[in-house]
């Protein structure tokens, strides 16, 4: 494992408050493709994450430190995350469909297509405390062969959707992004924070976040503003803590940005980082997907 792992970079005194001083970034695996998609489990201790191109998901036991794989073949899996009743929801590429995994182990099929077009490959999903699942639909999985299976896309743009998995309705709640890709609430739930990755198909696109403000009836979206443009790659996921800061991958990083939109600290990792999740029983360990590793580092706050 590697030891010259860098400290966090403090660009603001908020920063310098979320950050234990003498903590470490910690490496807890090695030997993955492309990684994304943490989602810890509490009651397991344990984190799920996928390695896209591997076609697997793994595992992170936090009891004893051991990783080993959870699902293959994982049809390609990417964004992960729990729902209220400790249930694993899955975006899944190769079969461009949204899971979820029973308390007794059975996959069940929330959705897989829109208007009767199969979604493009679902990347990155949350769940709302109402129960609803939002999901991002870019085209990395269909875009080639690597992290799914090349094909043409057959809905007209990549969007995000909203589902009720009660009643099955899906709705489009946002059609204004390039390539839309990590999405998360802030803590109340008032805002929905979208990143868009457009720039990976679109030269000279830049690379952001936006801000959808949350209608009252809490199904809808507003109009959006911009947030943040990532200094370096693009943002591609990203967690809120209780303040409503922004931990996201950037580039070669994790970046903290204040609720006002301020670059407040840098965590460097050395390499690509895709996502990123709170975890332990606190919420207070910062898991991290970085390309080929799993990182993680105690944090002073705790996840939303
Ligand atoms: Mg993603």
Known sequence: MRADLPTPVILDPRFKALIVGH?????????????????YFPAGRYLI???IPNNRMMRFDETDGSV???????????????????????C??????????????????????FE???????????????G???????????????EGIRA?????????????????????VIPDRVKPNGLAF????????????????????????HAYPVAANGQTLGAPTHFATCPEGHFDGFRLDREGNIWTSGGRSVLCYAPDGTHIGTIPVGEIVGNVCFGGIRKNRLFICGQTSLYSLYVKTNGA
């Open 116 to 130: 009767g077009k199969r979604f493009n490959s679902p990347n990155d999903v949350v769940v709302k405390s109402d």
């Open 68 to 90: 080993s794989v959870f699902r293959h073949p994982s049809n390609n899996s990417n964004g992960n995350t729990v729902d209220a009743q400790g249930r694993l929801v899955t």
């Open 152 to 172: 043409e896309p057959e809905i007209d743009g990549s969007y995000v959707y909203r589902l009720d998995p009660a009643t099955g309705a899906l709705t489009l």
């Open 132 to 146: 609803s699942i939002w999901f991002s639909d870019p085209t990395y999985g269909i875009d080639s062969d690597y």
């Open 49 to 51: 994450w996928s390695d």
């Open 186 to 209: 802030s803590p109340d739930e008032r805002i929905l924070y979208v990143a868009d990755t457009g720039n990976t198909h679109v030269p000279g696109l830049p690379a952001t976040i």
């Open 23 to 39: 903590a470490k970034l910690e490496h807890l695996g090695t030997g993955y493709r492309w990684s994304e998609g943490p989602a």
């Open 92 to 113: 899944e590429h190769l079969t461009r469909r949204v899971t979820r995994t029973e308390h007794n182990g059975s996959v069940t099929v929330l959705a897989d297509r």
